[in-house]
């Protein structure tokens, strides 16, 4: 790692420590009233402001903010960027089945270089494990895939330790997207000591805990049915509470390095060592331009365990 560039796995990609979610780019299935104008400005708002990985997914609007992405990323070099897509839903019997199989993993991969208008993609993950197909089978298929030329390096998203070490029986696996966040630490038992010794590169998704971390709720927000914030227990009851009581600690410290809540929670993660790219998602240009200053940003050791240490509880 130097001058804040890390090496994914085995592989040859590298990437900034900071990238970009885009999930509310095109993910109109994920969150109301999204548009188009604005999650191609998110994009290029990353782009400028030094953030080289972009993490995307069918299954952020059906292939949608993989045509957004691909539209913008034309008018860039396309070297100087990271892509990062993953498939696993496969919609063609018009209802969403989860599908590892190798046949349709290949597809998936062809399918995700047209809508985002590139002759390769820097990292592919296998969004969701399936319960059919043999981990180490569909690895194998990426791994043919990386082969071609046509990916860089392999991933998987969602997969638990058992499912990770079934697939990775070859070696074939770069990086793992799982969730981790200040609020979600269970990784750091078991799963980011296996990764460390495999040398496998770990991405955290929802490392802002969608918003939570970021200082910029009150105890008496509510969210429509259709937000995918509505139904998840960290915005709900008691805990939300102590969340709240807890991202409240961190508004002096934040004071004292000039810098927001999600400024300060990103410098712990770009801090951290198990950790190789932190991708918070943004609905409006504006915060990705904030979240990109966190690259500048270096935490005192001490400051770093006061962090760790006011969420070890969660």
Same mark, same amino acid.
């Given at each position: 790692m130097t001058n804040n560039m890390i090496t994914i796995g085995k592989s040859k990609v590298t990437s900034t420590l900071l990238g970009l979610g885009t999930n509310a780019v095109g993910g109109y299935n994920l969150f109301p009233g999204l548009n188009d104008d604005v999650g191609r400005r998110i994009v290029r708002a990353g782009l400028d402001n030094g953030i080289k990985m972009l993490d995307t997914a069918f299954a952020y609007g059906m292939g949608h903010s993989e045509e957004l992405i691909g539209t913008v990323i034309q008018d860039y070099q396309r070297e100087q960027i990271v892509i990062a897509t993953k498939a696993a839903q496969d919609i063609s019997s018009g209802e969403v089945v989860i599908n590892n199989s190798p046949q349709f993993l290949k597809q998936a991969v062809d399918a995700s270089l047209e809508r985002l208008k590139t002759d390769y993609i820097d990292i592919f993950y296998i969004h969701f494990p399936d319960k059919h197909t043999e981990k180490a089978a569909a690895i194998n298929a990426l791994m043919e895939m990386k082969q071609a030329g046509k990916i860089r390096a392999v991933g998987v998203s969602n997969f638990s330790l058992a499912q990770i070490k079934a697939a990775n029986q070859d070696g074939g696996i770069d990086v793992v997207e799982n969730q981790f966040s200040l609020l979600h630490r269970d990784a750091e038992t078991e799963l980011l000591p296996y990764l460390h010794k495999q040398e496998i590169s770990f991405v955290p998704f929802f490392p802002l805990?969608?918003? @939570?971390? =970021?200082? +910029?709720?009150?105890?008496? %927000?509510?969210?429509?049915?259709?937000?995918?914030? &509505?139904?998840?227990?960290?915005?709900?009851? /008691?805990?939300?509470?102590?969340? @709240? =009581? &807890? #991202? !409240?600690? *961190?508004?002096? @410290?934040?004071? =004292?390095?000039?810098?927001?809540?999600?400024? *300060? #929670? *990103? !410098?712990?993660?770009?801090?951290?060592?198990?950790?190789? #790219? #932190?991708?918070?998602?943004?609905? +409006?240009?504006? /915060? %990705? =331009?904030?979240? !990109?200053? !966190? *690259?500048q940003l270096e935490l005192a050791d001490n400051d770093y365990q006061k962090i760790a240490t006011i969420f070890k509880d969660f």
């Open positions: 805990a969608s918003g @939570l971390l =970021t200082g +910029k709720y009150s105890r008496n %927000v509510a969210f429509p049915k259709d937000d995918i914030r &509505h139904s998840n227990p960290d915005f709900n009851g /008691q805990r939300f509470d102590q969340i @709240l =009581t &807890h #991202v !409240a600690e *961190l508004k002096p @410290l934040a004071e =004292t390095y000039a810098a927001t809540i999600a400024q *300060l #929670v *990103l !410098a712990w993660y770009i801090k951290n060592p198990n950790i190789s #790219v #932190v991708i918070p998602g943004a609905k +409006k240009p504006e /915060q %990705v =331009t904030a979240n !990109a200053k !966190a *690259l």
